[in-house]
């Protein structure tokens, strides 16, 4: 792939000083090259700025660090992910994740079942770790919780639009 | 659910009967029921069930406050300002009022939702463009209402009442209310029967019906404006709603037979009351619409009492104590042990609450179409038993009473779910 790294902006210091970082975002989003994906490193998850790039056409991708800072890939729809048909919110490295040590099978069980079992799953995993998942639709609700606890995910509808596949890799253990 | 119970209130305060339904207070009382309580519930499930069909954040979240805030005071004013017409003059300004606040609400919350449903992906899903189809006729719905009002009022833009009433009330129930509710609830009820989700032809059908149906009323309001007849577009209308009800029904039977839940729960099992209630209001329709009076209160009564609220009522619960799980126990899952998402709620409560509302509903529409007096007030005492019951159940739901002591967590979430108002990422820091 010819994409460029990621430009990587840290909103921490702008904050600090008691300033609105909005300005340097939409600036540093500006001068990116086509393809480009910026990398956001904020003290909190930025939510609104979600919408305002999803309408600004970028992806989002969040995860909290081990050091609790949110690092934030918002990357051009139409370059890479959708290329491998991931869905919005996917991490961005997935592919490259080692082969899952756990698989669960959570067709027909309803929701907020196949949540549970998921979160319960991950929780027990040592970070890095991945599992994978086959559920009978997105999990919506799930994702924002993965986030959360700085667990990243990848998922996509199988071909036949029938079941939704969900690899979750383990981030810091939290408690 | 205020508005609901208010407007029962006040069709048994002021003696509503089957033949009352052209005066002032009667007409005011229909649209807090129809616009307090329909329009905001349907158009506040949409705000919370769009980003769940687009798989994407709401757009414009922020308008989400003002716009309830503004469609509940155009409401409050047009209820007011029908009054005006029995002679209160000091109504009068909200008369006028009203249609600019409601339009105002209805533009920011179309704005929400369009600007987030419409992508490459999504425009290709027949529910998608079954909502956005309803859009157009909310705008449909406001813009007959409009010209009424200003007929009404006495000013120079006037129509014929008597072209624009059908019109105005079949852009309601059917171009916005039915519309909606059609397009959330193949998504909803895959979702509650563990049915598969895939599309059939029988949507996309349903789709191409609604959306020509939608087209023949638009062209019914140039030729309104144009002081044509409506007449032919009505016989129109009515073929579709036939044949689009039917491929709706048939297409719900298809996720019911493949449904890998063995026991329906009670959400399911009322809705299923509810489209037989919408199957009676349409099979009603083309006496509605050739004879009018009772048999068209009758068509309205079970549209709006019988379809809509019934479907709205029974999975308004299961919603409520769905989300409230998640927002109160989610971030609990694999940390402790989390109570299941039914103990929350109390099926002995609501299940005879939402059959007394059935009941009632169907005897309302037996009274109606048969001018029986005592019956529909009968009815409508039943319809609010049924209503404040429910009413007590979901506010028992948020505060988690059904739990037992131990399982509830130290700080209980605001009564009104937060999320009607912020979607549930923007709830964090600001940025």
């Known amino acids: 792939m010819t994409t460029p790294p990621p430009h990587e902006l840290d909103v921490r210091p702008i904050l600090a000083q008691g300033e609105e970082p909005?300005?340097?975002?939409?600036?540093?989003?500006?001068?990116?090259?086509?393809?480009?994906?910026?990398?956001?490193?904020?003290?909190?998850?930025?939510?609104?700025?979600?919408?305002?790039?999803?309408?600004?056409?970028?992806?989002?991708?969040?995860?909290?660090?081990?050091?609790?800072?949110?690092?934030?890939?918002?990357?051009?729809?139409?370059?890479?992910?959708?290329?491998?048909?991931?869905?919005?919110?996917?991490?961005?490295?997935?592919?490259?994740?080692?082969?899952?040590?756990?698989?669960l099978e959570l067709i027909g069980l309803e929701p907020p079942e196949p949540m549970v079992r998921i979160l319960e799953e991950i929780t027990a995993l040592e970070p890095g770790q991945v599992l994978f998942a086959l559920l009978d639709r997105e999990p919506m609700f799930l994702f924002p919780e993965l986030a959360q606890r700085g667990h990243e995910w990848a998922g996509n509808y199988a071909g036949d639009g029938q079941s939704y596949r969900l690899m979750v890799r383990a981030g810091a253990k939290d408690d | 659910?205020?508005?609901?119970?208010?407007?029962?209130?006040?069709?048994?305060?002021?003696?509503?009967?089957?033949?009352?339904?052209?005066?002032?207070?009667?007409?005011?009382?229909?649209?807090?029921?129809?616009?307090?309580?329909?329009?905001?519930?349907?158009?506040?499930?949409?705000?919370?069930?769009?980003?769940?069909?687009?798989?994407?954040?709401?757009?414009?979240s922020r308008l989400a406050l003002p716009a309830l805030l503004t469609s509940s005071f155009g409401t409050l004013a047009l209820a007011g300002g029908f009054l005006s017409l029995d002679g209160y003059d000091i109504a009068r300004p909200f008369f006028l009022l009203g249609p600019v606040a409601l339009g105002l609400s209805f533009a920011m919350l179309a704005v929400m939702i369009l600007s987030t449903l419409i992508t490459r992906q999504t425009l290709r899903l027949p529910e998608v463009r079954m909502v956005i189809v309803a859009l157009a006729g909310l705008a449909g719905l406001w813009l007959s209402g409009a010209a009424m009002v200003s007929t009404l009022t006495g000013s120079r833009l006037a129509v014929d009442i008597s072209q624009a009433l059908p019109l105005h009330m079949l852009f309601g129930i059917g171009g916005f209310l039915t519309f909606a509710a059609c397009g959330v609830s193949y998504k909803l009820f895959a979702m509650f029967l563990l049915a598969p989700e895939a599309a059939s032809w029988q949507r996309r059908a349903v789709f191409a019906l609604a959306a020509l149906m939608a087209g023949l009323m638009m062209t019914g309001l140039v030729m309104l404006a144009g002081a044509g007849s409506v007449a032919p577009l009505l016989i129109g209308v009515c073929g579709i709603s036939l044949a689009g009800c039917a491929l709706y029904l048939d297409d719900v039977r298809r996720l019911w037979r493949a449904r890998r839940r063995p026991t329906p729960e009670l959400n399911m099992s009322c809705s299923r009351v509810a489209l037989a209630f919408l199957a009676l209001s349409v099979l009603l329709l083309p006496f509605a619409i050739w004879q009018g009076g009772a048999l068209a209160r009758a068509s309205v009564f079970a549209a709006l009492v019988g379809w809509l609220s019934t479907l709205t009522l029974a999975q308004m619960i299961r919603i409520t104590a769905f989300l409230t799980?998640?927002?109160?126990?989610?971030?609990?899952?694999?940390?402790?042990?989390?109570?299941?998402?039914?103990?929350?709620?109390?099926p002995r409560r609501a299940g005879p609450a939402l059959t007394i509302w059935s009941l009632s509903a169907g005897i309302g529409t037996l009274s109606l179409a048969t001018g029986f007096h005592a019956g529909f007030r009968l009815a409508l005492c039943g319809l609010l038993i049924a209503a404040t019951q429910i009413l007590c159940e979901l506010v028992a739901i948020r505060c988690l009473s059904h739990l037992a002591p131990p399982e509830r967590p130290a700080r209980l979430p605001p009564l009104i779910l937060p999320s009607l108002m912020n979607p549930p990422h923007s709830a964090e820091n600001q940025i």
Do not use: Y
Request: glycine residues 10%; hydrophobic residues 55%.
């Open chain 1, 22 to 103: 909005f300005g340097a975002i939409m600036a540093a989003i500006d001068s990116l090259q086509p393809g480009q994906a910026l990398r956001l490193l904020a003290p909190f998850r930025p939510a609104p700025l979600f919408n305002v790039m999803a309408n600004r056409g970028f992806d989002c991708a969040d995860r909290r660090r081990d050091d609790g800072v949110w690092e934030v890939t918002f990357t051009p729809q139409g370059s890479g992910l959708a290329d491998v048909g991931m869905a919005p919110g996917s991490a961005p490295g997935a592919g490259f994740w080692p082969d899952p040590v756990l698989e």
């Open chain 2, 1 to 60: 659910m205020m508005a609901l119970v208010l407007s029962l209130l006040l069709a048994l305060a002021t003696g509503i009967g089957p033949e009352d339904f052209d005066r002032p207070e009667a007409l005011a009382i229909v649209h807090l029921f129809a616009l307090g309580w329909l329009a905001q519930v349907m158009l506040g499930a949409l705000v919370q069930f769009v980003p769940v069909l687009a798989a994407r954040p709401l757009a414009f």
């Open chain 2, 325 to 346: 799980w998640i927002q109160i126990f989610a971030p609990l899952i694999g940390r402790r042990k989390v109570p299941v998402v039914q103990s929350l709620t109390h």
